[in-house]
């Protein structure tokens, strides 16, 4: 039996570049960033042949909800300042800071929660593939993962 090298998926992979390639060229987005102080800040930055590109702000502070993409996949990668991001572990949360450069792939099923806790801002871009039409939030507690809420594309976003 022979040396198997692990499976890489391609579309992870890809997801990770497009968030690059726009991270990388600032002065390319249509929009500049903004901050909100009284909720996170996003916005669609683009859209690719099978992925959107978002640009989200964090001011010290600002998270999401524990969530999943609704069966997207998808990537980020922090522009600027830094992230926590908490995922899943069986049933409690691991942390990993991410600062500005750092990028994260993940898959369909992915669940996560993305947190500033410093005290800079932080911007970041966002893709997802195919394009995000729900997103499910999540209550982790002593009974375990509980869907709290679906939201839908063009009602609650």
Do not use: C
Request: hydrophobic share 40%.
């Amino acid at each position: 039996m022979g040396f198997r090298a692990p499976r890489i998926n391609p579309g992870k992979l890809m997801h990770l570049a497009i968030a690059r390639r726009h991270a990388a060229r600032p002065d390319d987005w249509p929009f500049a960033p903004r901050f909100d102080p009284l909720r996170r800040w996003y916005h669609r930055l683009a859209a690719e042949p099978d992925a959107e590109v978002w640009l989200l702000t964090w001011l010290p502070g600002q998270e999401t909800d524990l969530h999943d993409h609704g069966g997207s996949a998808g990537a980020f990668v922090v522009v600027r300042g830094q992230l926590v991001e908490h995922t899943l572990a069986g049933t409690q949360l691991r942390a990993t800071t991410l600062v500005t450069g750092a990028g994260r792939s993940f898959g369909p099923h992915h669940i996560h929660q993305l947190a500033n806790t410093s005290h800079e801002p932080a911007v970041s871009v966002h893709v997802y593939g195919p394009a995000l039409t729900t997103m499910t939030r999540y209550l982790l507690d002593d009974e375990g993962l509980r869907v709290a809420s679906v939201d839908r594309a063009g009602v609650q976003w």
